[in-house]
């Protein structure tokens, strides 16, 4: 598993409109728990899928949804705020002020194709073109089954310009219980990729006897 040189502190987020939301959200709170600085971006699709897979009721206005998730995670070390669609002058925008990595987590294929193609015609879509111009570890999320050449022509384009293709495909060796378990097993493992510690899900062999 390739890792940063040091543990990252500043995260792109984006949730993008795939079903699975329940992964970026719990992403999100691991990240501000480990007292990471969270950039967040929300789709508008994304805004349609938390309202149909969670109870949450998140607003959609920027500086709303902020305020609820500051509150939400208030107890947590780090800091998330939460930026729109078109805000251009967001740090993100510029490769002068990259994030140390960018997660797109859940990540919808019409998004694949969109940073496949470099199109940046959102704070999302430009956030992860610079994130792959500038060297950052960028991770995709991807949920779609099946998945056709298309879908796989752009996630071999963008692995081969040094992006992360993980899909939402969570295992079952660790026993799982509950579908918090598989969302554990997603997040934990892009916790692993980004470098920072976590103690939601222990590394495979790590609880095995020694021969
Ligand atoms: C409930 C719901 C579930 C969806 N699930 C997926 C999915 O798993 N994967 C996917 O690629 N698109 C999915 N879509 C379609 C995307 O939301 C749609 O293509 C949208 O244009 C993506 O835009 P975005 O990438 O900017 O969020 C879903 C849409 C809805 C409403």
Not at 52 to 60: H, R, S, V
Not at 125 to 140: H, I
């Amino acid at each position: 598993m390739s890792q940063p040189e040091r543990q990252p502190k500043n995260i792109a987020l984006a949730w993008t409109g795939a079903s699975g939301i329940q992964y970026g959200i719990r992403l999100l709170e691991c990240l501000l728990e480990a007292g990471c600085e969270v950039s967040l971006m929300v789709s508008k699709p994304a805004q349609v899928v938390i309202g149909m897979e969670t109870d949450l009721a998140l607003p959609g206005r920027v500086a709303e949804l902020q305020k609820a998730l500051r509150e939400r995670f208030a107890t947590a070390t780090g800091r998330v705020s939460v930026y729109g669609r078109d805000q251009w002058t967001a740090p993100l925008a510029s490769g002068s002020a990259a994030p140390d990595a960018m997660v797109v987590c859940p990540c919808t294929t019409a998004t694949v194709s969109a940073v496949a193609t470099g199109a940046s015609r959102s704070l999302i879509e430009r956030a992860a073109d610079v994130a792959l111009k500038e060297g950052k570890p960028t991770l995709l999320v991807v949920r779609e089954t099946p998945l056709s050449a298309i879908h796989l022509e752009n996630m071999l384009r963008l692995s081969r310009a040094g992006a992360v293709i993980m899909p939402a495909a969570p295992g079952f060796y660790h026993r799982p219980r509950s579908v918090q378990d598989l969302i554990d097993f997603m997040v934990a493992r892009i916790l692993d990729h980004l470098g920072i510690p976590q103690s939601i899900m222990p590394p495979w062999g790590s609880d095995k006897e020694e021969i």
